[in-house]
């Protein structure tokens, strides 16, 4: 199985090392022929403006819809997350999420750079809380009845799952606990 890192801009090369460091050998996707060629994707944290873009300019959008929509394991971090969204608020009238997964989001809904934090997370699956580091992160503002909340801070979803769809409103590739990687690693797996 191939996984892939969407690498158009941001955090790719931290998702690459953390799923390095699970025993995958990942790729970086920047065409939609990368694309095609693997088996599962993480979608990292940056700026969903200039990934939005990038992924008009690349030809990328329409075989990633299609790719998700037909089972394609996707995990999107952060900036990720927006982009899986149904709908986002506080972007470019211009800018249209992927309409994923069934969430509608605020961009730096927990507020600027300055009010970046950390917190422990409780969550679904794994047995012992995950410390989530949340830079200029998304919200979630309305969480639709397919999505299931594996995580949540002061009652909004943090980390959410929609059939083959996950999404953190967090950066797990900023710490040294892999077992976020490896629950999407092993699921992709699974799905195969």
């Known amino acids: 199985m191939k996984v892939g890192v969407l ?4 955090a790719f090369a931290s998702h690459h090392a953390a799923l390095t460091a699970t025993g995958v050998n990942p790729t970086e996707v920047r065409t939609p022929q990368d694309l095609a060629d693997v088996d599962a994707l993480v979608i990292p944290g940056g700026e969903s403006t200039t990934m939005l873009m990038l992924l008009d300019s690349s030809q ?3 075989p990633l819809v299609e790719r998700i929509q037909n089972g394609l394991p996707v995990f999107g971090t952060c900036a990720g997350m927006i982009l899986l969204s149904a709908h986002m608020a506080d972007g470019r009238p211009d800018q249209q999420p992927l309409g994923l997964i069934d969430l509608d989001v605020r961009r730096n809904g927990y507020g600027r750079q300055i009010a970046s934090f950390e917190a422990d997370l409780d969550i679904n699956g794994l047995d012992h809380p995950f410390r989530g ?5 998304p919200l979630a503002q309305r969480i639709g009845p397919k999505v299931e909340v594996l995580a949540s ?10 059939e083959n769809i996950l999404v953190s409103s967090f950066h797990p590739e900023l710490t040294n606990d892999l077992r ?5 690693v092993d699921r992709a797996f699974a799905a195969q």
């Not at 976020?180 to 999407?184: A, D, E, G, R, V």
């Open 180 to 184: 976020l990687h490896q629950l999407f």
């Open 60 to 62: 990328l959008r329409t």
């Open 133 to 137: 580091v949340f830079i200029r992160a």
């Open 153 to 162: 801070v002061d009652g909004h979803g943090v980390l959410c799952q929609q």
């Open 7 to 10: 690498a158009l801009q941001g």
